[in-house]
């Protein structure tokens, strides 16, 4: 049977043509390309049982998580007038390819899709015209509105509340059903303000209504327009019973580079827009937006005077010049209101509008806030959708989330009341995690849409049953806990996490505000912007390795907190973490650490053991302070790192892990900032190895004998040369008469890896046989490759190599005709490469002299992959020359004579799991194309669309889980 409603208006009382049984279910995937939606709160009255049900319409607030079985089930109390108890909550979603509005019944546990006309064969929902943009609710649920964009035919229908529920007797709504006005352009997002009443609670008709005092006297329950005894729900209801003022639709049109404001209650009843009127909308205020960019920053010049190559220690990236600084209007799209701030993200102009909103007919447009892009300052950054979050104690700060329209990145503003700055937010201490943008959030996939959710589960007084909210967790060993045999205790502490880590502060319980970011991958992912368990989440000892701002003493007493690696486990503006960030056997493998201790083989194969005459591969100490206690996660367990040498083996101990065994080789993981760690790989440290290969890059000799190819991009490849070797030892103050010898040693080398032309080719008839002969070229390039010519690149460029000794390379270019293949190997120094990241380095090509050179950004000052060896034994400290880092970890290789192609192996666990739900597992399907997110303020839940076949799913932000799906 159908579900039969009479609606009448907003809050006002309506009466039901007749009690319906149940709505028809819909069947699945009925919901198609959903795009928008909007959720209202609706509930059944029965007065009177032998006569038509009353509807009311309420507050979304007055909604719950509450369910029951019957579509039709109000909760009605007999006892009490025959008043519902439990209000359902609707939720009325876009359909952008049928021009519909589905409507969804979200507390019936059947999961309704409710159909509109069951006497057609396809689910018959809302018809509001092709294309609809979006959608919005009044805060009272008397109506909805709907933009669309159909071409010819744009504008927005209103959907009173009244009028959405099916009931028996009255005609399946269409397009004539709904008020409805046109617009001049197609339009984009909008949004429902109130414009406030005047002190003695009036409001006004319209913005030009004149000043207070305002011309409409407030409407009172019980007034005869409060109530509508009309069967099919001829009336559209009252806005102005919601309160607060007169509502007003602010609404964007992209074409035209700004936003109208509308009177919604007008929308409703006046005549020209009843019955699908579609009479042009009364615009009470045209606000074109506004393009002011500051004026362009030309790129900064090159020296006048270019250094000479060994004197560059290195180089400083080519800047790009800033985008051009004209733009003919603004195209506005995504919005967010933060109190009397609106914020307009655009799609052409680099901008983001900000309109002070004291009232929404008083609009005053701000200056800009200003999206770029740190890593590309050239490109020209637009934005797609918004987010602002809520002020929360103790410093109140706001933030606006803004989408690169680009990329899919997400930026940062700071847009709280004392923010001066226009441009996004950079992360302090970049060069902890280079792989991530300095200026914003790269997600594994593009984000869609976003939201942001201010959250609370408060605990309560054991002793009182008090609840206090907004209480932040603090890890303070001085402060008294709370239990059941105390009165007074400090509040702090109710939030800890408790020793087997199954309650209070963790990486699922969600205090504070957070974003969620739909990904175009079928993905919710989780960013922290304020927990309020933060300072309870990290190390019980703090260090500045950890990531902290200093070390503890040693004498301190510890923190109680959960235990974990690093002090950055939760960091405002950066992905959650899925899981704790600790090593035990509980816990499972998830600190940064290795499966096994590192291991060295000969350039045969064979395990070399440790001994004072092998190299050791060394964790580094801090440069400053008392050593800390050091620690490396290997398998399940926490290995102490030796900080002094005990005397009890022949070995200097410190920077070994001590086992039962004897000292063993050992590192150290980084953790700064444990999202860093992508990936777990396997790590081969090289004695001379071999950086890049060049095989598919067509290189070969020119006339100056230098090794050159178009696309053979050495510096790409990391390539170090002789003169850059130089420099960096003079920079780094090593003596002049030592630096030339030390730099000979450490330049990289080149070794031709093609095979000969064959005895009998007609290339040799050509040579001259005084340079070079088959015989003579067999002796030197027929052996093995490794015993080849080393060539040393004097210097390097990212088409070409400057080789030497002479002798050598007028001989190997006589030996090889055409191009050659080549191996280049790093000299006297230890090579770093994973099966993932491969060979990290950060050398570009000197924007003035082409040569190779490291980048003087210090963001990228950990992307490193030589390690200098240390000859002499012991402790090395951060810093030193031998001393390695790279974006995961740390170490030192010192003593014994190492021999070319020996390596230590290791393989590193516990990466980063961000907290992301993923819905295309969910919903068993690759096809997911997430559309929108938003909070329903009703439940607490996110409301995620999905514009391929997967309808509407509701999130759990109580527990990060899909809680139910409708499609």
């Known amino acids: 049977m159908k579900l039969r409603a009479a609606l009448l208006a907003s809050t006002s009382a309506l009466a039901l043509a007749g009690c319906a049984a149940e709505a028809t279910p819909v069947p699945v995937e009925a919901l198609a390309q959903s795009g928008r939606s909007a959720f209202v709160c609706l509930a059944i009255d029965r007065p009177d049982p032998d006569k038509p049900g009353v509807m009311r319409s309420l507050p979304i607030t007055d909604c719950s998580y509450g369910t029951v079985e019957s579509s039709t089930d109000y909760e009605v109390d007999a006892k009490n007038g025959g008043r519902a108890t439990l209000p359902h909550l609707y939720g009325l979603v876009t359909q952008t390819t049928h021009g519909e509005v589905a409507l969804v019944d979200l507390t019936t546990e059947s999961s309704l899709i409710v159909d509109r006309d069951t006497g057609t064969p396809a689910p018959s929902f809302l018809p509001v015209g092709a294309q609809p943009v979006d959608i919005v609710a009044t805060p009272g649920g008397t109506a909805s509105f709907v933009a669309v964009a159909e071409p010819g035919r744009a504008g927005i229908y209103a959907l009173p509340s009244a009028k959405v529920l099916p009931r028996e007797g009255c005609p399946v709504p269409s397009l004539s059903s709904w008020p409805a006005c046109s617009l001049p352009s197609a339009p984009g997002e909008m949004v429902l303000l109130a414009d406030p009443p005047d002190t003695n609670g009036n409001v006004r008709s319209s913005c030009d209504a004149g000043p207070p005092p305002y011309d409409v006297e407030p409407t009172k329950p019980g007034d005869p327009g409060a109530f509508v005894d009309d069967v099919c729900s001829t009336s559209n209801g009252s806005l102005a019973m919601e309160g607060g003022g007169r509502q007003k639709l602010l609404v964007t049109l992209p074409d035209l580079g700004g936003f109208v404001v509308i009177d919604a209650q007008k929308l409703l009843e006046h005549e020209d827009y009843k019955d699908g009127g579609f009479k042009a909308c009364e615009v009470e205020r045209w606000v074109p937006l506004q393009v002011a960019l500051p004026p362009a920053v030309p790129p900064d010049e090159p020296p006048p005077e270019e250094a000479s190559p060994d004197e560059v220690s290195c180089s400083q990236p080519a800047v790009a010049a800033s985008p051009e600084q004209a733009f003919d209007k603004a195209r506005p799209a995504g919005l967010a209101l933060s109190g009397d701030r609106l914020f307009i993200a655009d799609l052409d102009a680099p901008v983001i509008h900000v309109v002070d909103l004291p009232t929404p007919c008083e609009p005053r447009e701000l200056p800009s806030l200003l999206p770029a892009s740190t890593l590309d300052p050239g490109r020209v950054v637009t934005t797609r959708r918004l987010a602002v979050s809520q002020a929360s104690p103790p410093e109140f700060n706001r933030y606006l989330y803004a989408v690169d329209a680009g990329d899919g990145s997400v930026m940062v503003f700071d847009i709280s009341d004392d923010a001066s700055g226009r441009s996004p937010l950079s992360r302090e201490n970049p060069d902890w995690n280079p792989f991530q943008p300095p200026d914003r959030i790269r997600l594994p996939a593009p984000v869609r849409d976003l939201a942001i959710v201010q959250r609370e589960v408060p605990r309560s007084l054991p002793a009182t049953g008090v609840v206090p909210r907004g209480i932040r967790c603090s890890p303070l060993p001085e402060l008294r806990t709370c239990d059941s045999s105390v009165t007074s205790c400090d509040l702090e502490t109710l939030y800890r996490t408790s020793t087997d880590r199954d309650s209070g502060a963790g990486p699922l319980k969600l ?228 630096d030339g010898t030390r730099a000979a040693q450490l330049a990289d080398f080149a070794q031709i890896t093609s095979e000969l032309p064959d005895e009998d080719a007609t290339y040799w008839k050509s040579v001259d046989s005084a340079v070079c002969s088959f015989d003579t070229c067999n002796a030197k390039y027929g052996s093995v490759i490794t015993s080849r010519p080393a060539l040393r690149i004097v210097e390097a460029y990212e088409d070409h190599l400057e080789l030497e000794p002479r002798n050598e390379v007028e001989f190997a270019a006589c030996c090889f005709a055409g191009s050659v293949q080549l191996g280049i190997r790093a000299g006297g120094q230890w090579v770093v490469r994973s099966n993932g990241a491969g060979f990290l380095h950060h050398v570009i090509a000197d924007p003035a002299g082409g040569y190779c050179r490291n980048s003087c950004d210090t963001r990228l000052s950990r992307f490193n992959g030589r390690v200098v060896h240390t000859p002499r034994d012991g402790r090395v400290t951060d810093g030193d020359v031998g001393a390695f880092i790279n974006p995961m970890f740390r170490f030192a290789v010192t003593g014994g004579v190492p021999e070319q192609d020996m390596q230590f192996r290791f393989t590193t666990q516990g990466a980063f799991t961000p907290l992301a739900l993923d819905l295309a597992d969910i919903s068993n399907t690759p096809e997911l194309q997430p559309q929108s997110i938003q909070l329903v303020p009703a439940t607490g839940q996110l409301a995620v669309t999905d514009g391929s076949v997967q309808g509407l799913f509701l999130l759990s932000s109580r527990d990060v889980a899909v809680t139910r799906r409708y499609r």
């Open 511 to 738: 205090r504070g505000t957070f974003a969620y970011m739909a990904l175009t991958n079928g993905q919710v992912a989780i960013v922290d912007i304020d927990d309020l368990d933060a300072a309870c989440r990290g190390p019980e000892r703090r260090s500045v390795r950890a990531g902290c701002d200093a070390d503890a003493s040693p004498s301190s007493p510890l923190l109680e907190t959960s235990g974990e690696a690093s002090c950055n486990v939760v960091l405002p503006h950066a992905v959650r973490s899925e899981t704790y960030i600790v090593a035990s056997d509980g816990s499972g493998q998830l600190e940064p650490g290795v499966q096994g201790l590192p291991i060295l083989y000969d350039r045969n194969g064979a395990v070399v053991p440790l001994s004072g005459e092998s190299p050791k591969m060394r964790a580094t100490f801090p440069s400053e302070g008392a050593a800390p206690d050091l620690a490396l996660a290997v398998g399940v367990q926490r290995e102490a790192i030796a900080s002094s040498d005990s005397a009890e083996s022949e070995l200097d101990e410190r920077g070994l892990v001590l086992r039962s065994g004897g000292p063993q080789h050992a590192l150290t993981m980084n953790l700064e900032d444990p999202r860093v760690h992508i990936a777990n790989e396997t790590w081969n440290v090289t004695y001379e190895g071999v950086l890049t290969s060049i095989t598919r890059a067509s290189v070969a000799f020119d006339e100056n004998l230098h090794l050159r190819g178009t696309d053979a991009r050495f510096c790409r490849r990391g390539v170090q040369s002789l003169n850059s070797v130089k420099a960096q030892l003079k920079a780094a103050g090593v003596p002049e008469d030592e």
